[in-house]
């Protein structure tokens, strides 16, 4: 008897190997340990209510960029999660069912996750984007710690191309010329 196909199954208990929850949520937890904090566990009530999570520091002070990545990792997760799973149910053959290679997942996650960072620093200009422009020091909070090379990167990157979150992109099985 197939799993009933309620969001909460969809985005966290699905053990199908068609479902690449495992990998993407992974990847979301392997770049926020970067930041040097523990993961927290995840319910549907946290993926839900994450715009409502402040990531708090020992003493109880708050810490602006962890809370942001926080629930911009949360929030591109379970967005990735949902459309492979509409693309999987909507558009791939059923007969047998097919998924997503593990490699496509990884890729799209890490694809999003660097488009979300580009948005980021292009939303820091003030000459365009006036008092509605994101803060620089927000952005430099919520990424820093999480960068490719960050070490040989300037302290202020936002102007920098390329700046690109410090996990790579995987290439398919045979096609490591």
Known sequence: MPEEEILEHILLDC????APIRTVWSLAEKLWR????????LTIGTIFGCSLIHIRKHDGKKRPGATRLFRV???????LLWKLR????NTM????????????AHNRWIRAVNERLTLDKLLTDEGRFGIR???????LQTWGGTLLDED???????????????ITSRRPPGRNR
């Open 15 to 18: 053990t199908s190997p068609l």
């Open 34 to 41: 970067r930041k040097g904090t523990q993961w927290p566990t």
């Open 73 to 79: 990792l949360t929030e591109i997760s379970a967005h």
């Open 86 to 89: 509409c693309e999987r149910v």
């Open 93 to 104: 053959p059923q007969n047998p069912p097919t998924a997503h290679p593990l490699e496509e």
């Open 133 to 139: 422009a994101t803060k620089a020091k927000l952005v």
């Open 152 to 166: 040989r990167l300037p302290k202020d990157w936002i102007k920098e191309a390329g700046v690109l979150v410090g």
